[in-house]
């Protein structure tokens, strides 16, 4: 019962009528996800950014033990809106140069001032001796994206499909607040912005199933589940999640570091997930 008021919450949140004051726009940051923010950045750019997190979290699931990792990202965003990037993940602790790459391309649009959106296609390649995190039974992903600016939050409904040994929707409920400070820390250059979010994640989760099957010997950590079939296929709710980045930014660079609380729910398959804080640290650079 607490988590259908969490999720009503959310989606109140998300529909009600703005008629707070404007806040502060925050331009130029990338279009594929570097950083916390997404806005519209339409100017010819490259932006390079590198990350290490505490453990990879995949739709709300995460393998029976820490994955910490690093990851390089690449990113080309032309005036029309269209976009294309590369990333390589190295998980450490493990002897892969690189645990996977990523590959993509998408165009990034806006209907009106507050309303915009974005379209996608990504290609996860896994390496032969690569770790074996939740994520590699998944190997392409659609992504639709569409976010709303109502002044005093923003909200951002976004439709994914993943294809490949398993096959999965997905559709992810964001509202977060923009905060940017008037003033500079060093000099008039230079700012601090924080930008913490709600999130509830809702799909099927048969990528938890394949991951079962193709790596049993990973289910030792957990304790033995009771012997039934489960519905890795039906629609339900995944993850609720409140997650705090504070980020300092120059006007070609940001350093970021966020926390997140993840609460997964409706776990099925025999990796037993618990609750986890996923700790993030961010530097991006942007050639413009």
């Not at 009528?17 to 940051?29: C, D, F, P, Q, Y």
């Not at 209907?111 to 290609?123: A, E, P």
């Not at 439709?159 to 500079?184: C, H, Q, R, V």
């Not at 570091?257 to 609750?275: C, D, H, M």
Request: proline share 4%; aromatic share 18%; charged share 20%.
């Amino acid at each position: 019962m607490k988590h259908c008021f969490f999720f009503l919450f959310l989606v109140t949140c998300s529909t009600v009528s703005a008629v707070a004051a404007r806040r502060n726009t925050h331009i130029g940051e990338p279009v594929h996800v570097v950083a916390d923010s997404d806005t519209v950045f339409r100017k010819r750019s490259v932006s390079v950014g590198v990350n290490y997190g505490s453990d990879v979290l995949f739709f709300g699931r995460t393998g029976p033990i820490k994955y910490p990792y690093v990851s390089g990202d690449v990113i080309y965003n032309s005036k029309s809106g269209m976009f294309i990037y590369g990333s390589g993940v190295k998980v450490l602790g493990y002897n892969a140069p690189l645990d996977e790459v990523d590959l993509g391309a998408g165009y990034l649009y806006k209907y009106s001032k507050d309303f915009s959106g974005s379209i996608s296609y990504t290609r996860f390649i896994f390496d032969k001796n690569a770790a074996k995190v939740i994520k590699s039974a998944s190997s392409n992903d659609i992504n639709f994206k569409n976010s709303y600016d109502w002044k005093f939050a923003k909200s951002s409904v976004v439709f994914d499909y993943l294809f490949g040994d398993a096959n999965d929707y997905f559709i992810t409920l964001n509202t977060s607040k923009y905060i940017e400070p008037s003033w500079g820390i060093f000099d008039d250059q230079d700012y601090l912005s924080f930008n913490p979010t709600i999130s509830a994640i809702l799909g099927t989760q048969n990528f938890v199933g394949k991951y079962s099957y193709q790596h049993p010997e990973k289910l030792k950590f957990d304790e033995a589940p009771e012997v039934h079939a489960y519905n890795n296929g039906r629609f339900n709710a995944l993850n609720y999640s409140i997650k705090i980045p504070i980020a300092y930014n120059r006007p070609h660079y940001t350093l970021e570091a966020s926390w997140k609380y993840s609460i997964p729910v409706n776990v099925e398959g025999q990796l037993k997930n618990r609750r986890e804080v996923f700790f993030n640290l961010t530097f991006y650079y942007i050639f413009f």
